[in-house]
């Protein structure tokens, strides 16, 4: 509660109202000759004062609340900030309570000292930005250097197109290595694969790819635990006879190029596809009338998983 004896005899700007200094009176006697009369008078407009003021200070957040700034305190503000805040709360208690001072300079000085003096009322002004919502960090999978084993399995096929029905079941494994530089990962990889006698056209016939090892550079980049990546190399692939036409004994030299994802399941497992395109080189065959060379080619699309050290 605000000592309000302290306000008054400290700053002497409040206007007492009229009544109070020349109270009516109806008795046989002016005031001047009864003094306790006077006296009482004041009391009793100091009490009305008292409760007012006491009012004004218990209903001070709805008055808070309809100034044009938002208070972060007054302890700590200049001299002229706390006036200007006074200003604006002095005239709602003038507009709300009918309380009024001629001077608001000390009204200023007797909110902070009340401020400073009630601890409660200054905590619930100061205002505190809330502590932001703690996040807990993704789970990170590691990153993608290190060795690594695997299986795949798929389709391959002369034709691209996925409507085509000579694709053949084809599958094998691959062991590798990959690398991050400056925000890329390099690798190669050694495949070897079972085609599952993926036909391919030759003049006069057609030859079965039996198996093939290829041996790839890697070049990717990475997304998290997700890598995508561009990959080209060399390939041996061994072909067999097919109908009337007589294939080259051996393997074969060629190259490939091909695109894959892959996606990270933890530290360890990651799984992927991948899209490879072989051309075979020079491939001699005998159709039982002439003999001619030509180029084969095959595509292959692959699903694997990965096992990383």
Not at 102 to 115: D, K, R
Not at 264 to 270: A, D, G, P, R, T
Request: aromatic fraction near 10%; charge should be negative.
């Amino acid at each position: 509660m605000v000592d309000i004896w302290w306000v008054v005899r400290s700053f002497g700007g409040w206007r007492v109202p009229q009544s109070a200094l020349v109270p009516t009176w109806t008795g046989e006697a002016p005031p001047s000759k009864h003094p306790l009369v006077f006296v009482t008078c004041v009391a009793q407009e100091l009490a009305v004062a008292t409760d007012k003021i006491n009012k004004a200070f218990k209903d001070f957040r709805h008055i808070e609340r309809s100034l044009p700034v938002v208070p972060r305190g007054l302890l700590g503000r200049s001299l002229p900030e706390v006036c200007n805040l006074s200003n604006c709360l002095h005239e709602k208690m003038r507009a709300l309570y009918g309380v009024t001072f001629m001077n608001t300079t000390p009204f200023a000085l007797a909110i902070a000292a009340a401020f400073a003096a009630t601890p409660v009322m200054a905590a619930d002004l100061t205002y505190s930005d809330p502590a932001p919502a703690y996040e807990a960090p993704a789970a990170s999978t590691g990153g993608w250097t290190g060795a690594y084993v695997g299986l795949h399995a798929g389709t391959g096929s002369e034709s691209m197109s996925p409507f085509s029905g000579d694709k053949e079941f084809m599958g094998g494994v691959q062991a590798g290595y990959n690398a991050e530089m400056g925000g890329a990962v390099v690798g190669g990889e050694l495949e070897l694969s079972h085609m599952g006698d993926t036909e391919v056209d030759v003049p006069g016939g057609q030859l079965k790819e039996r198996h093939r090892i290829a041996a790839k550079a890697k070049v990717g980049a990475p997304l998290g635990d997700t890598l995508v990546y561009g990959t080209a190399g060399g390939a041996m692939t061994s072909l067999r006879d097919s109908g009337n036409a007589q294939g080259p004994d051996g393997w074969k030299p060629g190259w490939l190029v091909g695109a894959g994802v892959e996606q990270k399941f933890n530290e360890q497992i990651s799984g992927r596809v991948e899209y490879n395109y072989t051309r075979t080189g020079d491939v001699r065959s005998f159709n039982g009338v002439s003999t001619s060379e030509t180029n084969v080619s095959d595509h292959t699309i692959k699903a694997g998983v990965n096992y990383r050290f």
